[in-house]
Structures are given as structure tokens and as C-alpha cells.
């Protein structure tokens, strides 16, 4: 009895192989940039949730302080000074480490004040962070108090006006102004957040948040502050004229290129 005899398959020609790499090629090349994309936008959905918790942290200190806002800096001696997230970390506020950090941050990564000397005072207390106050509404100079003088309705746009922003430096609090984004322009790129393909997360006072370009939070409308919000700044005057709201058209041409998204 002669044995069955098997029927050969035939294999993959070249060409038929070249095709199918080719295809496999084409959807890596396909899928990659998805994946990248998608993990860009969890990050970024990451960093909204921290700015806006950290937003409502500053209105639940606000409520348990007379209305009153955080100071970006508080003395605590002579010596000796702490950041308001410090504090926030200090008294509880914020109890978990990862709020304070995009995870996006480009290196270094988040950063801090602790052991910084600012007017002979050195920082015993801060958290390393991405996120910084508005120091044009919160800032000012060698506070003693736990709570600024200036209460959150103090603030006339608060659904308009800058309240927390990414920052790039150990900065607890950030200003932009003409002088300050001009003196910036050769240190590219700033102390401002950029990450976020060339934008950056902003919680605003009303507790919502918004990722947008450091050029949009100057124009058509400034969101850092309307002349009424600002607090006094020995470093940069605010002129008559700002006591409005108002625009910044110059801001186009100071702006470092990395914070342009063209």
C-alpha cells in the first residue's frame, strides 16, 4: 500500500513578504503617533485636575482665613521665610505629592525655593513644583502674615484673571508684564510653561482652567490683571493707564520663539 502523499504548501513569495512588511511598517507608522498623542493628552488632563485642585485649595484657605488670600512668601522670622505651598503642604492642604507636578514637565522637572535667600531671608519650606501664583495679584514683599491683606473679591475678573500658572523655574510666583517678558527674551525660554506643545495650564480665580499660550493670556484682554487687581510691585510700576483692562499687541514681539506654537 503506497503511503498518502502530502501536498505542499507554498511559502511566501518575496514579494508577498516585502508587501506584508510593508504593512506592518505602515501601521507601527500609523499607530505611533496616536499612542504619542494619546499620552500627551493624559498628561495634559492630568495637569488641568492638579490646577484646579490646587485653585481650590487657595479657596479653601481663603475661606478659613477671612477671605483672605495666600501670600506667595511668608516670613517666619528674620531668617527664615516659607512659600505658600510650603504652607499649603505644611498645614495640609495639599496632602498629595503628585498634585504639584505636570507630568509633562520638561526637565529638570518641578522645582523649589527650599534654601533660596531672598532678602537675607533663606526658604525652610517649599514643594517642588510646576504651578506658581499669579504674583501681580498675590505678591508682595516680606509678609509676616499667614494670609495676604488683599481678599479674594479684591480680584474684579475672577473667571478672567490668571490665579495659578506652570512655571519652568523654582518661582512660587510668576509676573508678566512688557519689562519682564522683554528681560526674558535672551534667556529663552523663561520662567513661564510651555509643555504643553507650546502652551501652558492656567487656573484662573473663578477655579476653572485653560491651556493656552503665554501670547493669549496677553491678548485681546490681559488675564494676569486689570490694573484694579494689582497689587503693588517695586519692581514694575504699573502706569495710570493700566488701571483697566487693556491689552498687550507688544507682547508678540517679546515673547521668547519656544512659547510661539507656529
Known amino acids: 500500500m503506497d503511503a498518502p502523499r502530502r501536498t505542499a504548501r507554498p511559502g511566501f513569495t518575496i514579494i508577498e513578504l516585502l508587501v506584508s512588511i510593508g504593512i506592518i ?5 500609523i499607530t505611533i503617533p496616536t499612542l504619542v498623542s494619546v499620552r500627551a493628552s ?28 495666600p501670600e506667595n512668601r511668608t516670613l517666619l522670622n528674620a531668617r527664615e521665610y516659607i512659600t505658600w505651598r510650603g504652607q499649603f503642604v505644611r498645614d495640609a492642604y495639599i496632602t498629595d505629592e503628585s498634585v504639584w507636578q505636570c507630568p509633562s514637565h520638561k526637565s ?32 508682595r514683599r516680606e509678609s509676616i502674615d499667614d494670609d495676604a491683606k488683599r481678599p479674594a473679591n479684591a480680584i474684579a475678573r475672577p473667571s478672567h484673571t490668571v490665579l495659578i500658572a506652570e512655571t519652568n523655574r523654582s518661582n ?10 522683554a528681560n526674558y527674551y535672551n534667556d529663552n525660554p523663561g520662567p513661564y510653561g510651555y509643555w504643553h506643545d507650546r502652551r501652558a495650564v492656567y487656573a484662573f480665580q473663578d477655579g476653572h482652567a485653560e491651556v493656552i499660550a503665554l501670547l493669549d493670556t496677553g491678548n485681546p484682554d490681559c488675564r494676569w490683571h486689570n490694573g484694579q487687581d494689582l497689587s503693588d510691585d517695586p519692581f514694575v ?10 491689552a498687550h499687541p507688544d507682547w508678540a514681539y517679546l515673547v521668547p520663539e519656544i512659547y510661539l506654537n507656529r
Open 42 to 69: 493624559s498628561r495634559q488632563a492630568k495637569c488641568l485636575i492638579n490646577a484646579r485642585e490646587i485653585a481650590a485649595s487657595v479657596e479653601t484657605f481663603a475661606g478659613n482665613n477671612r477671605d483672605r488670600l
Open 108 to 139: 529638570p522637572g518641578p522645582q523649589s525655593e527650599l534654601g533660596f535667600t531672598d532678602d537675607s531671608a533663606t526658604c525652610i519650606q517649599d514643594a517642588r513644583s510646576s504651578y506658581a501664583l499669579n504674583g501681580h495679584v498675590l505678591w
Open 237 to 246: 510700576p504699573q502706569s495710570p493707564q493700566e488701571f483697566r483692562p487693556h
Open 172 to 181: 512660587a510666583d510668576l509676573r508678566a508684564s512688557p519689562p519682564i517678558i
Open 25 to 29: 511598517a505602515l501601521i507601527i507608522a
